[in-house]
């Protein structure tokens, strides 16, 4: 849930290195800090806020050295403060050390090591890495060489439990640099006689294309202008190189005023390339990802969804068409809960995970439960390489572009778009449904980055209504069937970047308790894209307007809109896709409030992009 940079080449880090944390600060904003390597030994710099206060550190523009780590960081073992910041070094300021990830097991190694002697200055576990790096260093009586340096970094991360992406330089090998991880992201962008380490490819996308992507536990030794990967057993492995397609814009506000509109914006482009060449004009449905037959999906009993946030919103309607058209009974669980519940799960079973980032900490550990326990799983994320898709039997991208901002928009209705070209994948393949409806949702699928274009035009009207409500305490959302799920959505991304009180319900559901809350000028929103179900929603939000409610209604059906304050009509589409469509409203609606009330969007307060800890 930290970022981490590092840069080894000709060029003074330090700036390269600070550029870098401020594209990753969406992972955490707490603290941030720099580790060179200068003539005279390692330097150190670091300070509690944001990225952009290292700039008034004294002496930070006198580095010159061409060797660097940094790390931006989000709270977790100790509070936001100086002390606490990355880089930690050990006690004889030898090793230099940032570090993502949670190590479960410091307060054990803390008590070994100071038994041995050493001494913490920090609340963090991570002070125990750059001190057991030390303690194997000193004990191994080789003669210096990159050797020892890997063996003690190996040494020293074989007792570590929990998950770790470290970078590790040294002022005995100022040529250096050692990195590793394990359940958390870290890759490494190359170039000739450069190499930049980041925990996102975004982040040094404006460098290089050329990727290395590590797996878990590959120790790298890296200079300028090598790479050297080694396993556990330090025999050296043979990595191939992976050649990133986006460009480095995308991961610029392009004139925006904020990540979160300019990938609201995105959406249209992004559910493109979703779909990209998986449904063609004339509608064949092909994921060349996939491998399916006919035989494999008939002995598939049950499917889980699992993931956490936004990405399991996008779960929440996918069940509802792949249940409809696939016929296969659907569950959607919250990650965190699926992996202490013990699901019932066996051969049968096809497990979905889908996260934006592949990094989620409870994703990755529900993914390896089901595994474990013989599933088929199937990853659906946004990041090339990211760690969800290695474990998995199958990944499929989102290719929705990089999204920085921590309210997730884009990712969101793209997970959306491809859950349901997978539903119809299966469905085909099954033939649990009749072709001539499956071409319907093709076709309707097709025509999204229209109508989301045309969607987006409620722009102004949203903004006119956030102005009337921004100042409110608590607001509701409701919907039913497949609007409820995009209620629950709606209400997550006004809490996370509005800080509005929000609940979510299914609209039938309110008269059995929530409608106690409903008085005089509370806000409701109402969702209504299903003609099955609109006429029972219209009477739920009437029964909220009776008792004083005032309403913004989202829908393309045909009701009585005297009714209601507002009303924002977007496109007709078919009910399962429409939560793309209906959510863009919402997304603009905290958009706008939270820019009303002077807020950071893109850095909600006490939130990280990626939950890369349980
Ligand atoms: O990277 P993931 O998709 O696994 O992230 C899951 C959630 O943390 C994420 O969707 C979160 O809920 C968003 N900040 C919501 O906008």
């Known amino acids: 849930m930290c970022g981490i940079v590092g840069y080894i080449g000709n060029k003074k880090a330090c700036p390269i290195l600070i550029a870098g944390l401020t594209r990753l600060e969406y992972r955490g904003y707490d603290s941030a800090g720099v580790s060179t390597i200068e003539k005279n030994g390692l330097s150190l710099m670091k300070t509690k806020g944001r990225v952009k206060n290292l700039n008034d550190l004294k002496g930070i523009d006198k580095l010159e050295g061409t060797i660097g780590i940094a790390h931006t960081r989000w709270a977790t073992h100790g509070k936001p403060s100086n002390e606490n910041s990355h880089p930690h070094q050990d006690n004889s300021k030898t090793f230099s050390v940032v570090h993502n990830g949670i190590i479960e097991n410091y307060a054990e190694l803390k008590n070994l090591l100071e038994e041995k002697g050493y001494h913490f200055y920090s609340q963090t576990d991570t002070e125990v890495i750059p001190n057991l790096i030390h303690y194997y260093f000193l004990k191994d009586k080789e003669d210096n060489s990159t050797m020892k340096f890997l063996k003690a970094v190996r040494n020293a991360c074989l007792d570590l439990k929990g998950s770790f992406a470290i970078e590790v330089i040294s002022s005995y090998f100022p040529d250096n640099m050692i990195v590793v991880r394990k359940d958390s992201p870290l890759v490494i962008g190359t170039c000739e006689n450069e190499k930049y380490i980041s925990s996102d490819i975004p982040a040094i996308l404006s460098y290089t294309r050329d990727f290395y992507l590590l797996n878990n536990l590959e120790f790298t030794i890296l200079s300028k202008n090598s790479a050297k990967f080694f396993d556990t057993e330090l025999n050296e492995i043979k990595k191939k190189l992976d050649v990133i397609e986006w460009n480095s814009s995308a991961a610029e506000k392009d004139g925006y005023d904020d990540f979160m509109l300019k990938e609201i914006y995105e959406q249209p482009s992004a559910v493109r390339e979703t779909i990209g060449s998986r449904i063609s004009n004339d509608l064949k449905c092909e994921i060349e990802e996939l491998k399916f037959s006919k035989k494999q999906l008939q002995e598939i009993t049950k499917i889980y969804i699992v993931a956490c946030g936004t990405a399991m919103h996008a779960g929440l309607s996918g069940k509802n068409t792949i249940e409809k058209i696939c016929r296969i009974p659907t569950e959607v669980d919250i990650a965190s809960e699926f992996r202490y519940r013990d699901p019932i799960i066996d051969k049968n079973t096809l497990c979905i995970f889908i996260s934006q980032s592949g990094e989620t900490a409870d994703?990755?550990?529900?993914?390896?439960?089901?595994?474990?326990?013989?599933?088929?799983?199937?990853?659906?994320?946004?990041?090339?390489?990211?760690?969800?898709?290695?474990?998995?039997?199958?990944?499929?991208?989102?290719?929705?572009?990089?999204?920085?901002?921590?309210?997730?928009?884009?990712?969101?209705?793209?997970?959306?778009?491809?859950?349901?070209?997978?539903?119809?994948?299966?469905?085909?393949?099954?033939?649990?449904?009749?072709?001539?409806?499956?071409?319907?949702?093709?076709?309707?699928?097709?025509?999204?980055?229209?109508?989301?274009?045309?969607?987006?035009?409620?722009?102004?009207?949203?903004?006119?209504?956030?102005?009337?409500?921004?100042?409110?305490?608590?607001?509701?959302?409701?919907?039913?069937?497949?609007?409820?799920?995009?209620?629950?959505?709606?209400?997550?991304?006004?809490?996370?970047?509005?800080?509005?009180?929000?609940?979510?319900?299914?609209?039938?559901?309110?008269?059995?308790?929530?409608?106690?809350?409903?008085?005089?000028?509370?806000?409701?929103?109402?969702?209504?894209t299903d003609e099955n179900l609109v006429e029972k929603t219209v009477s739920n939000i009437q029964e909220v307007i009776t008792r004083g409610a005032k309403t913004l209604i989202i829908t393309n059906q045909k009701i009585n809109y005297n009714n209601f304050n507002e009303v924002i009509i977007i496109p007709e589409i078919a009910p399962f896709i429409s939560p793309i469509l209906s959510v863009i409203p919402l997304q603009l609606l905290s958009y706008f409030i939270s820019k009303e009330k002077g807020l950071d969007v893109d850095k909600p307060r006490n939130l990280a992009k990626s939950v890369t800890v349980e």
Request: some cysteine; aromatic content about 8%.
């Open 363 to 528: 994703t990755i550990a529900a993914l390896k439960l089901a595994k474990s326990k013989g599933a088929t799983t199937l990853a659906i994320s946004n990041v090339i390489g990211s760690s969800i898709t290695r474990e998995a039997d199958y990944s499929i991208y989102t290719h929705a572009g990089p999204e920085i901002a921590v309210a997730s928009t884009k990712a969101y209705t793209s997970q959306v778009a491809l859950i349901n070209i997978i539903a119809i994948y299966f469905a085909e393949i099954l033939q649990s449904t009749k072709s001539e409806y499956l071409n319907f949702l093709k076709q309707e699928l097709l025509s999204l980055p229209k109508k989301i274009e045309e969607t987006l035009k409620c722009k102004d009207q949203i903004f006119e209504f956030a102005k009337k409500v921004y100042q409110e305490k608590d607001m509701f959302f409701l919907g039913r069937g497949v609007d409820e799920t995009v209620a629950k959505e709606g209400s997550l991304k006004l809490k996370e970047i509005s800080y509005i009180h929000s609940e979510s319900y299914a609209a039938g559901e309110l008269k059995h308790g929530p409608i106690a809350l409903i008085e005089n000028g509370i806000t409701v929103v109402g969702i209504m």
